[in-house]
């Protein structure tokens, strides 16, 4: 029998990944910039209160993004929804180059971010269904490995050039993207579901690597679709109503929010100010560029670790290393809040910093959207992921505009305190309620949901 490779999954999963590798960039985006945009010499004046709506417009705006894509997954397919998503990606570096006030930047932030609530309404779904068992859980840290790329690309050129130059080089990525993921294949599970075996055979033998499929090959997609068909179209119903569905709901809503209330959003969003601010003695644009690399290691040893130490022990120790940090950070701002001297000490809020974004990368950032491709039946995935996404959006905004509101009238410690006491009480709810699902079927994942209790789960050793 002919042994299926992984070869081409892989370079399917890089080529579709550039649209979130572009989100990256975005994201990145405003912590050089912001720096810049409130200088005197600015040639977009911006305020410290318009600078945290162009930070925060970005996570609230996914969540048109997220009913656009919503709309069209299923119906245009997962590889015509992901070149749309190119549209907006453009427009938006488009807009931040012919920038004349902070306008066109809150419109250009938005653009942005729709286009990365479509991102991350499809792609989790195309990595779900393009990829083996086998290997699932390390491609689909692929998704945080090319969104740290992004971002380090950001942290690496946007302190050195001009606003415009940084544009021009996040518009070459939608072009890019575009150009690379024609050649991709279509899902095989949504070929499918439309009806189409002989496209889906093409597909899956590309994917696999193979010239003849063996009869299982096509067997578990064929399964799923049947189990979509008989249970109908998922309704917001079947999510609330089913068992095991809402137990999957609580877990991913819950994971979406810990993301945002460990504080990431606002730490990457004003990364540049607060080692400005903790008196940094590095230029702050190396300082950028160590966090930009640090979170690519974080995201690379999470895509070999998710499928050797299972999700769960690397969630969970993810989240000890991001509460560890987070307050050595809010340690160092207190110091200075009761009047200590702490020019000796900035290293603290440098290594904490650092040490923060590189255990969130290598767990509780790249797991996210691995559990949620994974926990939930394909007839309610895309209500459920879209949910995800709303979750995120709100919880990001409200995070990164918090920040700056908390930081400005209680200091910077008392937000750290509260990011690292929220992370605590998160950490908890995991290690009680998260079940494993490393290299397991979804059919095995979904019976577990349905038939086992919490206290059944066992954590898996790396």
Not at 382 to 393: F, K, L, N, P
């Amino acid at each position: 029998m002919e042994k299926s490779s992984i070869g081409n999954q892989i370079i399917t999963m890089l080529a579709a990944t550039l649209s979130t590798l572009c989100g990256g960039i975005h994201t990145g985006w405003t912590s050089p910039s912001l720096v810049k945009l409130q200088a005197n010499n600015s040639d977009v004046p911006v305020t410290p209160d318009q600078g945290s709506w162009i930070a925060s417009i970005y996570p609230i705006s996914f969540i048109p993004g997220v009913f656009i894509a919503g709309l069209i997954v299923n119906r245009w397919g997962r590889k015509v929804t992901l070149h749309l998503i190119a549209i907006p990606e453009a427009l938006a570096f488009a807009l931040i180059i012919a920038a004349k006030n902070y306008w066109w930047l809150y419109i250009a932030r938005a653009l942005a971010g729709v286009s990365s609530g479509m991102t991350c309404t499809a792609i989790p779904m195309y990595l779900g269904e393009i990829s083996e068992d086998r290997v699932r859980g390390a491609l689909g840290v692929i998704i945080n490995l090319m969104d740290s790329v992004g971002i380090l690309l950001a942290y690496s050129v946007g302190p050195w050039v001009s606003r415009v130059t940084l544009g021009c080089v996040g518009l070459a990525v939608p072009v890019i993207f575009t150009l690379s993921f024609l050649w991709m294949p279509e899902s095989p599970h949504f070929l499918v579901m439309k009806d189409k075996p002989e496209e889906a055979e093409k597909s899956l033998k590309w994917l696999l690597k193979k010239t003849v499929l063996s009869p299982e090959d096509l067997t578990k997609i064929k399964e799923n679709v049947e189990f979509e068909k008989k249970n109908d179209k998922g309704t917001i119903k079947d999510l609330l109503t089913e068992k095991g569905n809402r137990k999957a709901l609580l877990i991913v809503t819950v994971l979406m929010c810990t993301q945002q209330i460990s504080g990431v959003s606002a730490i990457r969003a004003y990364t540049g100010l607060i080692f400005t601010r903790a008196g940094a003695t590095l230029d702050v644009g190396i300082v950028l560029i160590i966090i930009g690399v640090v979170q690519f290691i974080g995201g690379l040893l999470g895509m070999f670790l998710v499928d050797h130490a299972g999700r769960k022990p690397l969630l969970l120790y993810s989240i000890a290393g991001c509460v560890i940090c987070l307050i050595g950070e809010a340690v160092y701002f207190q110091l200075e809040a009761i009047g200590v001297d702490v020019s000796s000490l900035t290293w603290i809020s440098v290594t904490s910093i650092v040490g923060y974004l590189l255990s969130y990368s290598i767990g509780l950032g790249c797991l996210a959207f691995v559990i949620l491709s994974e926990l939930f039946a394909y007839n309610v995935k895309t209500i459920a992921t879209m949910w995800a996404i709303v979750i995120i959006s709100v919880s990001a905004m409200t995070v990164t505009k918090l920040y700056q509101i908390v930081a400005d009238t209680y200091g910077v410690h008392a937000a750290f305190w509260g990011f690292a006491g929220a992370t605590i009480l998160a950490g908890l709810f995991f290690y009680f309620v998260l079940p494993e699902t490393k290299q397991k079927s979804f059919a095995d994942i979904q019976k577990n949901l349905r038939n086992s209790n919490a206290s059944d789960t066992v954590i898996i050793k790396a």
